[in-house]
T-cell receptor
């Protein structure tokens, strides 16, 4: 099993450009999450999904959109990138057997720089 | 809302030293508590967890005890190794599928 994979690993964007980050998991997990990690801020939840076709806002959703068209994929979009979105982005997924909260499995991250 | 506060780093220790990283939480009810570790250039991975008061989570020589009376979940290891150098995150989770993470503590272990 590959676990949680993220594409791309690195990206540099100019202000105003758009891009999509792809997260894929092969563990048949129901729940998926997008976080951003910034120095001194820890991990902050951007959006999450509790199943195919459903998404919800997290702590810092502004400037981002997400889609979960297939159970194994969770896409994070930036329509008009801003320098404040320079960060490391992590995707995570979790199973839903038993009672929450559930252990989250993380991808290796995408380092995004917006100039 | 819920929050997690962990000691600020960086923490620098010599090999075989004793490690404590403090973590306290604010949450209603009885959340589950976690420690995650992030090695350089990698994503987070679960180190240990505890789901109810007085539970002790342990893994790879690390331990943490869920203390309801002090709302704490301090991470300890009796003898650290260079390979333990990483960022450690404390997290809490309730019944809504989401986890709340602390800001992370950078640990550097020197030979």
């Amino acid at each position: 099993n590959a676990g949680v994979t993220q594409t791309p690993k690195f990206r540099v964007l100019k202000t105003g450009q758009s891009m999509t980050l792809l997260c894929a998991q092969d563990m048949n997990h129901e729940y998926m999450y997008w976080y951003r990690q910034d120095p001194g801020m820890g991990l902050r939840l951007i959006h999450y999904s509790v199943g195919e076709g459903t998404t919800a806002k997290g702590e810092v959703p502004d400037g981002y959109n997400v889609s979960r068209l297939k159970k194994q994929n969770f896409l994070l979009g930036l329509e008009s990138a801003a320098p404040s979105q320079t960060s490391v982005y992590f995707c995570a997924s979790s199973y839903n057997s038993g009672s929450p909260p559930y252990e989250q499995y993380f991808g290796p991250g995408t380092r995004l720089t917006v100039t | 809302g819920n929050s997690v506060t962990q000691m600020e780093g960086p923490v620098t220790l010599s090999e075989e030293a004793f490690l404590t990283i403090n973590c306290t939480y604010t949450a209603t009810g009885y959340p589950s508590l976690f420690w995650y570790v992030q090695y350089p250039g990698e994503g987070l991975q679960l180190l240990l967890k505890a789901t109810k008061a007085d539970d002790k989570g342990s893994n790879k020589g690390f331990e943490a005890t869920y203390r309801k009376e002090t709302t704490s979940f301090h991470l300890e290891k009796g003898s650290v190794q260079v390979s333990d150098s990483a960022v450690y995150f404390c997290a809490e989770g309730g019944s809504n599928y989401k986890l709340t993470f602390g800001k992370g503590t950078l640990l550097t272990v020197n030979p």
